[in-house]
Every structure is written in C-alpha cells, then in structure tokens.
C-alpha cells in the first residue's frame, strides 16, 4: 500500500527558502503522480487545498503554479522534493504531498480530489 511521509518544513524569515521532501514507500514514482498542496490556517477539508506542484513519476512532466518553487524527482530515494524559494509570509500554510494514480499531470494537477493517497503535512512559517 503507498504512503508518503513528508518532511522539512520549518519556520524563515522572508525572503529565504525551504526543501520539502516527501518520501514514498509501498509502491514506485513510475506509476503515480506526485502533487505538493497546501492548506492556509483556517481552512480545511481537502477542497481548500491548494495546488502548488506536481510532477509525473512516469515521465518527469511537471506543473508548476509558482515561480518560486521547483518540483523534482530524487529516483534514487523514491522521494519528490519541493524547493520553495523567496518565501512570503502567505505562504504559510501546511504543505502536505499526496499521490494520484496518473501517469500525466494532465487532468488532475488541477484537482486536490483526484489524489487518493496523502502524507501527513508538515508546517512551513514565514515571518516578516
């Protein structure tokens, strides 16, 4: 059964940056599309997600919605790694990546509802 930890969240100043890991386990990147959402305070239910990347395990496509971060494949950890750059205070927000069964960010980078499988957030802070 796939599960996803993720990881290295923390608390900066603005203007500095973060690495988020999420490790899977259970099942390989080739058949699933990782997406990294995120969750401001005060909203819940998986609807108030927001989308902030995602990359296909099968083929390395990715989506991205900002600029300042950058989704990547570390294969040889089964791990997907979000590098969050020039952090804002509004981006504070739990950051949780979860898996759809995709082969293409096509058709469901768009949809926190199509992804089946979730890590367990990890809490990114940005002071000003």
């Known amino acids: 059964q796939l599960q996803l930890v993720d990881s290295g969240g923390g608390s900066v100043q603005q203007g500095g940056s973060l690495t988020l890991s999420c490790a899977v386990s259970?099942?390989?990147?080739?058949?699933?599309?990782i997406g990294w959402f995120r969750q401001a305070p005060g909203k819940d239910g998986v609807k108030e997600r927001e989308?902030?990347?995602?990359?296909?395990?099968?083929?390395g496509t990715t989506y991205n919605g900002d600029s300042r971060f950058t989704i990547s494949k570390a294969n040889a950890k089964n791990a997907v790694n979000l590098q969050l750059n020039s952090l804002k205070p509004e981006d504070t927000a739990v950051y949780c990546c979860?898996?759809?069964?995709?082969?293409?960010?096509?058709?469901?980078?768009?949809?926190?509802?199509?992804?089946?499988?979730w890590g367990q957030g990890t809490q990114v802070t940005v002071s000003s």
């Open positions: 989308v902030v990347s995602c990359i296909s395990g099968s083929d």
């Open positions: 979860a898996a759809a069964k995709s082969r293409s960010v096509k058709g469901v980078w768009d949809n926190a509802l199509k992804f089946s499988v």
């Open positions: 259970g099942g390989y990147l080739d058949y699933v599309v």
